[in-house]
Structures are given as structure tokens and as C-alpha cells.
């Protein structure tokens, strides 16, 4: 099967609390983005590698590829959904069978995650990554009084890669132009289809605050045992 991967990179990263967005830290000697583009060369040719970005990052962006042979970056939208859109629109002319979305901000995306995401596509429209939740949710008000407790044994923290069969998911994004989900399997289970969990990694957490990038050195530079 043709495979194509779309990173989005295009964030501002707000709440990281830094001017520099956190897909161009460095976490050991690379940035944040090109550790996942490495991750992902592994698997496709480097032209059905695209990255999404914001034209305002132009060096940024340039400084964190050097070297590498890509095509050059989509420019992002002001919305992540939009800005994946823009990446898949950019993969038309490819025609690829399916497509793998990813976060710059989850630098620790290991061979095995992407290997149990494309296996479980030749099953289903969709696969995405998931972690259990540990922790007992609670639901409130806005005073922060409790109404409920949710069950968690159903529930599951989404990572990305999220992987799709290219159509179907650029058919989605089409569709839902201009609305805000904040990943990509929730258009396929709006139209009822079906989008499948597989094992994530906690290495594969997404990087938001300044603490996890501290955090993410450990699998970079693991503690000799
Ligand atoms: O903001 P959040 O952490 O959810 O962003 C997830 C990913 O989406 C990040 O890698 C970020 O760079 C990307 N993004 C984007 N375009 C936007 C907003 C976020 O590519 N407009």
C-alpha cells in the first residue's frame, strides 16, 4: 500500500508559554518536528512526507530540516483541522492509499505505534493510538461542584499518528470545512464510521508544557541501567 504522512506543525503553541513554538525546541540535538520526521522517513519516501507549517516560522523550519530531502512545507491554516486539510489537499496529485496524521508536539512516536496503526488499517477506515485512563474523571459544574463520575473502563487518551484510508479521511475534512474537532478520528465517527483504537505509548504523550519537554529527555536520553 501507498503511504503518505502528514505532520502538523503550523501551532503557535500557546500555552507552552515561549515565543518559540515547541515543535522547534530541541530535545537532545534535534528539534521536537525533526524527530518525528525521522520516525516517519523509516516507513515513506521523503516526497510523501509533507509538513505543515506557519510561513512566519521559515527559519525556524529551514534550521530543523537542514539536511533532510523533503518537499517544500504547506502553509498551515489558523485551526489544526484546517491545517491537516491543507497537508491531505497537498497529497491529491500522490493518490495515496492511506494517510498517517501526526503531531510535531509528540516527538517519542515509536517504530511499534506506527507499525500497530498501518496494520490495523487493512481492517479498518481508521486506526488511531490510545492510552487507558488511570485516573477517575469527574464531571462539574462551572462552580466545580460534581454532578458525575464517569465511567473510565470505555474511556482512552487519543494520540496521533492517526492513520486513515486516504479518501475517506480527505473526503471527511472536505465535508467538515470551517468546523473545530480537535482530531481527525472524530470526522469518521460523526459519518458513522468505524475507527478503531490500537496500543499507544507513553513516550508518545504530547509535549504542552515547558515540564514535558524535561520529561521527554528520560527516552531520549535513557538512564543507563
Ligand atoms: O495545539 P495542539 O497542541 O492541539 O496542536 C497539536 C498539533 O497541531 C501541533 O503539532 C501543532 O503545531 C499543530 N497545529 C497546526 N495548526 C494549527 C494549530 C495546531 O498545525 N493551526
Known amino acids: 500500500k501507498k503511504i503518505a504522512v502528514v505532520i502538523v506543525a503550523a501551532g503557535s503553541g500557546s500555552r507552552f508559554g515561549d515565543p ?12 521536537l518536528l525533526r524527530h518525528c520526521i525521522e520516525s516517519f522517513a523509516k516507513y515513506v519516501p ?41 497537508g491531505l489537499r497537498s497529497l491529491e496529485n500522490e493518490n ?9 508536539a509528540r516527538p517519542g512516536i515509536s517504530d511499534d505505534v506506527i507499525d500497530r496503526v498501518i496494520s490495523a488499517l487493512a481492517t479498518y477506515q481508521g486506526a488511531i493510538p490510545t492510552l487507558p485512563v488511570l ?20 474511556l482512552h487518551r487519543a494520540q ?26 472524530a470526522l469518521l465517527e460523526q459519518l458513522g464510521l468505524d475507527v478503531v483504537c490500537v496500543e499507544g505509548a507513553g513516550s508518545n504523550d504530547k509535549i504542552t508544557r515547558p515540564d514535558d ?10 538512564v543507563p541501567a
Do not use: C, M
Request: aromatic share 6%; no cysteine; net charge negative.
Open 96 to 104: 495515496p492509499d492511506h494517510v498517517l496524521i501526526h503531531d510535531a
Open 20 to 31: 518559540i513554538p515547541k515543535q522547534y525546541h530541541l530535545l537532545g540535538a534535534k528539534t
Open 213 to 222: 519537554i524535561e520529561r521527554a529527555r528520560d527516552w531520549i536520553n535513557p
Open 135 to 154: 485516573d477517575t474523571i469527574k464531571q462539574t459544574e462551572s462552580t466545580g461542584i460534581i454532578r458525575r463520575t464517569i465511567p473510565r473502563e470505555q
Open 160 to 185: 496521533t499518528p492517526q492513520g486513515f484510508h486516504f479518501k475517506t479521511i480527505l473526503d471527511a475534512h472536505q465535508r467538515f470545512e470551517g468546523h473545530e474537532f480537535t482530531d481527525d478520528a
Open 46 to 86: 521523503s516526497e510523501l512526507i509533507r509538513v505543515i507549517y506557519n510561513p512566519d516560522h521559515q527559519d525556524l523550519y529551514d534550521n530543523s530540516v537542514k539536511g533532510l530531502s523533503l518537499d517544500a512545507p504547506v502553509p498551515g491554516g489558523v485551526t489544526r483541522q484546517q491545517s491537516v486539510l491543507n
